[in-house]
């Protein structure tokens, strides 16, 4: 017999045990399965490209994020968290992939900028390793790889984690572009299956962070393949803040 929820954890757990790791990213084995994504540095995934992203950029020309403590979460090869780097944050990076993590501290020595990876499920290490407050958590495609009941997680390391008055920014895929998938939250629990990813749309980012004050919210600008930044328009980009405290 088997009873083994007691605890909110537990129903998580058992949710997360839904997604059979060959046919999506998120179970304690998605580590291996990212891991074989990232093996092959040469392959033409477009995140692949040592690139910042376009909003990150713009955020940071623009003054509405300035330089303190980052969090990269789901930093795969690090192109983000190197920027941030280079740009003047105190950068912590996190990736459950121990190859994306390797790449990550290739092209953080290779560009001469200090960064601090960690391996490992972001949500685990909350509180630990990942200490925090963040003036920035920034998060380039990892969220909508997450099964739906594990906002609940990603919400509580934005509660824990992020300073008051900080900002948290993040890019997904877009609803209507025929990226990440369009079905209701249950029929994934239904099919056992994420579809490789979910889609968002404008509203449903904004509810999910309505704790949380929208700064700017957009489609990605597609940047042309010789631009010293990435740039995909089935992405949707949001920037949050986080209210200081009175
Ligand atoms: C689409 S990739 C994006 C990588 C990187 N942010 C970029 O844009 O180049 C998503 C990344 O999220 C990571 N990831 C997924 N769930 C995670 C978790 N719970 N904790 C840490 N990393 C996670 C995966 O290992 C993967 O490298």
Not at 16 to 41: K, V
Not at 82 to 101: K, Y
Not at 150 to 157: E, G
Request: charged share 25%; glycine share 10%.
């Amino acid at each position: 017999m088997d009873r083994n929820i007691r605890t909110l954890d537990d129903v998580l757990r058992l949710l997360d045990g839904l997604f059979a790791p060959e046919a999506d990213r998120w179970t304690a084995e998605a580590a291996s399965w990212w891991d074989g994504f990232y093996a092959d540095r040469s392959k033409p995934v477009p995140f692949f490209s040592a690139k910042p992203d376009e909003n990150l950029v713009s955020y940071l020309d623009r003054g509405l994020i300035t330089a303190g403590h980052a969090l990269d979460l789901g930093c795969g090869p690090g192109r983000n968290a190197v920027h941030l780097a280079a740009r003047g944050f105190e950068v912590d990076a996190v990736d459950l992939s121990p190859q994306a993590v390797a790449w990550a501290e290739d092209r953080a020595r290779e560009a001469g900028a200090e960064v601090r990876f960690h391996r490992g499920d972001a949500f685990d290490l909350c509180g630990t390793v990942l200490g925090g407050p963040y003036d920035l958590i920034y998060d380039s495609g990892c969220f909508h790889h997450l099964p739906p009941h594990r906002r609940l997680s990603y919400l509580d390391l934005l509660d824990r984690a992020l300073a008051p008055g900080g900002h948290f920014a993040l890019t997904c895929f877009a609803a209507g572009t025929m990226t990440g998938s369009e079905l209701p939250d249950a029929d994934f629990y239904r099919q056992a299956r994420l579809h490789g990813g979910l889609a968002y749309t404008p509203g449903s980012l904004r509810w999910i962070f309505s704790g949380l004050s929208e700064v700017e919210m957009r489609r990605m600008q597609d940047e042309p393949a010789d631009s010293p930044r990435f740039g995909q328009p089935f992405l949707l980009a949001a920037l949050f803040r986080r209210d200081a405290l009175p």
